[in-house]
């Protein structure tokens, strides 16, 4: 198993913002200062629960300190494929509330696996960790596709090539 940290610094609101901040002049500081300032981090590894403890108790301390009697936890994973497994048990394990008042959602970015073999074993493991409807999946070389290909649809079928025109658009 490959040792992937979570991250390799600690994250510091004010230390990022100040290296951000070059890229957001003139634009709503305000709005930029937020967001850093509500950032956090939590170190650890993708393979072991220690982390992921840690994670969970942080979020807990986040969750007390705002109140409210509902929780909702999202997580996002954009990881490499090799280490989907590892993290989704390791939420499901240590993070993943279970009562009437939370509610857990996985988002899953693809590319997922390497391959038909490797995406199907993904998709059998995390259907086997979450119910379905706790699962969210963006693929995003979908989208990508899409768009390469409306060139060639445009160009390529008579149909639409005066559709993409001057007289075949008014708005766009």
Known sequence: MQDYRLCEVEYDGPTVGGQVQPFYEGKEQGCVICILEAGSYVAGTYDTADGFIKLNDHIAEIEAKHGGEKRFRLFYLALPPSVFIPVCTQLKHNCWLKSSVTECRVIVEKPFGRD?????????????????????????????????????????????????????????
């Not at 038909?116 to 979908?142: P, V």
């Open 116 to 172: 038909l073999e490797s995406s199907n074993e993904l998709a059998q493991a995390i259907t086997g960790l979450f119910n379905e409807e706790e699962i969210y999946r963006i693929d995003h070389y979908l989208g990508k596709e899409m768009v390469l290909n409306l060139l060639i649809l445009r160009f390529g079928n008579e149909l639409f090539r005066t559709v993409g025109t001057g007289r075949g658009l008014r708005v766009l």
